[in-house]
């Protein structure tokens, strides 16, 4: 397995009028190739802000962030859409567009200007279609479906995009327990099968280190990384997750509750 993302100090947050805010600094991590990573903390740590600041959807406000090697701010727009997919927890606005051709803008990356499919987008598209299995809404338009269907399409259609990284905002978070769980298994397979670099936010923690390869845990001012086992074994965890009525134990990895 090989880094392909590498954190540097990194700081991020917003800049409005001259100010800056900023959410987190002096970040160190790292994605691997071929890992399944969960990213985990309380609401309103700035799980979104890194989500969004590694897609370069918004800038760092310090540090590097490292692709391969390669400065995050040295790709192109049209360089980046080959390298990163990105589902984020904003519901897709979008009308009189059926589940088929919402997977198929996953493919606009390399349809060129009039967004003409090929045979392969089309197979690679029923592929995807399949694989997250769907495929009985691929003829629904995309505005009747259920928070949990849309989830489930805009999975595909970042599957559709075939970028070697995705980054994953809360793809589980309209989904009943069953759809979590086959959700976080079929992008562990991604990851493993594949060899993609895979980065999701969560609030499912018991599920994530279950399925997790490395942990992501955002607090105030700290980044830890590691495996479900070695975070426990560090006590990082069970700071996270224990409050009154609440107990994690370390070896297990299980997570109780008073009554």
């Known amino acids: 397995m090989s880094d392909t993302i590498v954190l540097q100090e990194l700081s991020i947050g917003y800049q ?7 959410v987190a600094s002096g970040l160190n991590a790292m994605l691997r190739q071929g890992e399944l990573t969960c990213l985990l903390g309380s609401n309103g740590i700035g799980k979104s802000t890194l989500l969004r ?14 692709m391969r090697g390669r400065d995050i701010t040295e790709y ?15 519901k897709p ?27 392969n987008d089309r197979q690679i598209v029923d592929s995807v279609i399949a694989q997250v299995g ?22 595909a259609k970042v599957l559709a995009q075939q970028t070697p990284v995705i980054y994953l905002d809360e793809p589980t978070a309209f989904l009943d327990f069953p759809s979590k769980v086959e959700s976080m298994q079929l992008l562990r397979r991604l990851a493993v099968e594949e060899q993609k670099t895979i980065l999701l936010s969560t609030h499912d923690v018991e599920l994530s280190l279950q399925v997790a390869d490395c942990i992501w845990l955002m607090e105030p001012g700290a980044l830890s990384m590691g495996t479900p086992h070695e975070l426990a074994a560090q006590g990082v965890l069970g700071r996270f997750i224990e409050r009154d009525g609440i107990h994690f134990d370390s070896q297990s990895l299980i997570i109780s509750v008073s009554r």
């Open 16 to 22: 409005t009028k001259g100010h800056e805010r900023i």
């Open 53 to 66: 600041t590694l897609s370069a959807f918004q800038p760092k406000l310090g540090g590097r962030i490292l």
């Open 76 to 90: 192109t727009d049209r360089e980046l859409s080959h390298e990163i997919g990105i589902v984020l927890t904003e």
């Open 93 to 119: 606005d979008v009308r009189n567009l059926t589940v088929t051709e919402m997977v198929a803008m996953g493919r606009s990356p390399y349809t060129g200007f009039w967004g003409t499919l090929n045979d």
């Open 134 to 155: 769907i495929d009985q809404l691929k003829d629904r338009m995309v505005h009747t479906l259920s928070d949990g269907e849309r989830q489930k399409v805009m999975i």
